[in-house]
């Protein structure tokens, strides 16, 4: 079956944010951010629900990727200038994100801070999230939301930009037209991510 694209609507979180938890389930930070592998995907899934909810969606750029009716990956964009919450919106995230994170908010705070000083103050497209579920791996999810969102960003000549937070993947997102700018160390133990920039087309 032939893989489309739509827009997510709230309405639609409950059933794409278990997907992002199974995509990031063995992702480095989110392995440094929710040790308790017992517990980590259904933390997870509260989390981006909780962060698709109040932040992502209603900047109206979440794609899903379908096919037959599967959701078999999501993608959340912010417009330029739109990628940093403002108080009300971290009010809002606050309560669920200690209720996921719990005993490991200092973690979550850590990586939020550093990734917060690495970003472009250039306005850009702000890929924050990614992901396919495991099923869905190597079946075109990804490339048909990473093309959506970057088409939104060449309509406007727009550069866009996204975290890495696994080596392995540069050479995909390279693909796309993004180049590595910078490693971003979270302290205290924390994982390494890579900066990726793409310059407007």
Do not use: C
């Amino acid at each position: 079956m032939p893989v489309e694209s739509r827009a997510a609507t709230p309405g639609d979180i409950p059933t794409f944010a278990p997907v992002l938890a199974e995509a990031f389930s063995d992702d480095p930070t989110f392995m440094w951010m929710f040790p308790d592998e017992q517990h980590r995907i259904r933390r997870m899934t509260r989390f981006f629900a909780a962060d698709a909810r109040h932040h992502m969606v209603p900047l109206g750029a979440t794609d899903l990727a379908v096919s037959d009716g599967m959701v078999g990956g999501a993608a959340m964009w912010a417009p330029p200038g739109r990628w940093r919450g403002d108080l009300w919106t971290s009010l809002r995230l606050l309560p669920a994100f200690y209720a996921t994170l719990g005993r490991n908010m200092g973690r979550g705070r850590d990586v939020s801070e550093t990734l917060d000083a690495a970003h472009p103050e250039e306005p850009h497209w702000y890929l924050s999230t990614i992901g396919t579920s495991p099923a869905a791996r190597g079946g075109g999810f990804g490339s048909v939301l990473m093309n959506v969102g970057l088409s939104r960003a060449d309509a406007g000549h727009a550069p866009a930009y996204l975290e890495s937070s696994k080596e392995q993947n540069i050479s995909y997102y390279e693909r796309f037209g993004f180049e590595v700018t910078r490693e971003i160390v979270v302290p205290r133990g924390g994982p390494t991510l890579w900066g990726m920039w793409r310059q407007p087309r």
